[in-house]
């Protein structure tokens, strides 16, 4: 058999050599389109606020949870000191630079207390001039603890001084407690505007008290063994995780009496179909739905949230937390607690992930819980559905009404977005991707070059 001409192999060679460079740029093509394909699964879809999908991974326009009357702006607190006839503040002028800072200082006060707890939406601040008004004599003993007479008196006198209800949206009575005996630590009027509070008041009485105010009544804990929700008895425990459920002042307000405040704003969801559903720290600074409701049977609602510390709040309450809504009224709401109630008041009612909560034919199940996110699967009417992509991986009462704090009481919708966090292992893998694809371009430009010798490098 004759052998080839040398052309005939030079030939043979070159349609080799350009086989290959086709398989080379073949595989960059297919190594850049699965490294789009990578940024592309990285990225949910987005909906209002650029946030993922709903339960059926359609977006569409989410519906928040109902808010109360919004208790914004500056909130201007009357601080007045009071004297009885046979009871005086014993150093009245320690006791005015006390009060000063308790109500309205920069850290643990009043004020900074709700600014934080509102995001800045709502302000406490002197009625007027002087931060502290007072002493003022009433003409009454201290014994009976008589607190209707003690208001009346204060705002008559208040009232020679010109001062009128008219400059201030809350009173707050400061009186000598040794002689009065009165047996609670703060008392208040419920969506009123008057508080009661011995000269010896702590930080987390004031925060209470004036919670009471705002329209806010004791916050207690519901017995549901196993997560019946229909099967629920109430019980004479506070839920400790909220100032006016005996957690103090380190823990944030609970979902529902941040809805009553008028707090919460666009970044909550109301359920409206079956689907898995993201939550954000509810006191953090994340973006995201800080707060899901989901119906019940007779207009009852089932409010959850994920607690986290944050600044100086929510120090103690940690985890994912569910309460009861009766009638729609988020003022009075009540901590479901599967049980048993052991342990650190503060995680009592947690819920860990696969923990169920059953009413009806609506079923809650708690996903993954991580450190700055949850996932919460909503069935509705016993309809079936999947888990939606991606799921997070980043580790009223009236104004005569009066409370009293006796001592010793102590989501935007399915998934929550992608953050920096979330995208890193996609962004790795991507430019893993596109290196594989440059170098492959790279070999496929340079070595048919190699692999042809012209006349100046050819062998004798």
Not at 20 to 48: K, M, Y
Not at 83 to 101: G, I, K, V
Not at 229 to 240: F, I, K, P, Y
Not at 384 to 394: G, K, L, Q
């Amino acid at each position: 058999m004759p052998l080839p001409s040398r052309q005939r192999l030079r030939s043979l060679m070159r349609e080799r050599e350009g086989e290959r460079e086709r398989g080379r740029t073949g595989l960059a093509v297919l190594v850049v389109l699965l490294t789009v394909a990578v940024l592309v699964l990285a990225v949910p879809s987005t909906a209002t606020g650029g946030e993922s999908g709903t339960g059926t991974g359609e977006a569409e326009e989410r519906e928040p949870i109902p808010q109360g009357q919004a208790v914004s702006g500056e909130r201007r607190v009357a601080v007045v000191m009071v004297n009885f006839r046979d009871s005086r503040l014993r150093d009245a002028a320690t006791l005015e630079a006390t009060l000063t800072d308790t109500y309205f200082g920069a850290a643990r006060s009043l004020d900074s207390y709700y600014r934080a707890v509102s995001r800045g939406a709502a302000r406490f601040v002197p009625s007027g001039d002087a931060p502290v008004i007072g002493p003022l004599d009433l003409p009454m003993r201290a014994a009976g603890c008589d607190d209707a007479r003690m208001a009346e008196e204060t705002e008559r006198q208040l009232a020679a001084r010109g001062v009128t209800e008219a400059d201030y949206d809350h009173l707050s009575i400061v009186f000598p407690a040794r002689d009065a005996d009165c047996g609670w630590s703060g008392l208040a009027s419920v969506q009123g505007s008057t508080s009661w509070m011995p000269d010896d008041l702590s930080y987390d009485s004031l925060v209470h008290e004036i919670g009471h105010n705002l329209g806010l009544g004791h916050h207690m804990r519901l017995d549901c063994p196993d997560g019946a929700l229909d099967d629920c008895t109430e019980t004479d425990g506070t839920s400790h995780k909220t100032p006016m459920g005996g957690g103090g002042a380190a823990a944030g307000l609970a979902a529902p009496e941040m809805a009553h405040a008028g707090w919460l704003g666009a970044e909550s969801l109301r359920v409206a179909e079956s689907g898995t559903y993201g939550l954000r720290p509810l006191h953090g600074p994340a973006k995201g739905v800080r707060a899901l409701e989901v119906p019940l049977d007779g207009g009852d609602r089932l409010l959850l949230e994920l607690r986290r510390a944050s600044g100086a709040l929510d120090t103690e309450v940690d985890g994912v937390f569910a309460y009861r809504v009766r009638g729609g009224d988020y003022a009075e709401s009540e901590l479901v607690d599967t049980g048993p109630s052991e342990g650190d008041p503060a995680r009592v009612g947690a819920l860990a992930a696969g923990d169920t909560l059953v009413s009806g034919a609506t079923t809650v199940t708690v996903g993954a819980v991580r450190e700055g996110a949850a996932t919460v699967r909503v069935t509705l009417d016993g309809e079936e559905h999947a888990p939606v992509r991606p799921t997070p991986r980043t580790p009223q009462g009236t104004g005569d009404h009066k409370s009293e704090q006796r001592d010793g009481e102590g989501l935007a919708e399915t998934g929550t977005g992608a953050g920096a966090g979330d995208l890193v292992p996609w962004v790795v893998a991507a430019v893993l991707l596109l290196a594989t694809g440059a170098a492959a371009l790279t070999r496929s430009g340079t070595h048919p070059a190699r692999g042809r010798r012209g006349p100046s490098s050819r062998r004798r």
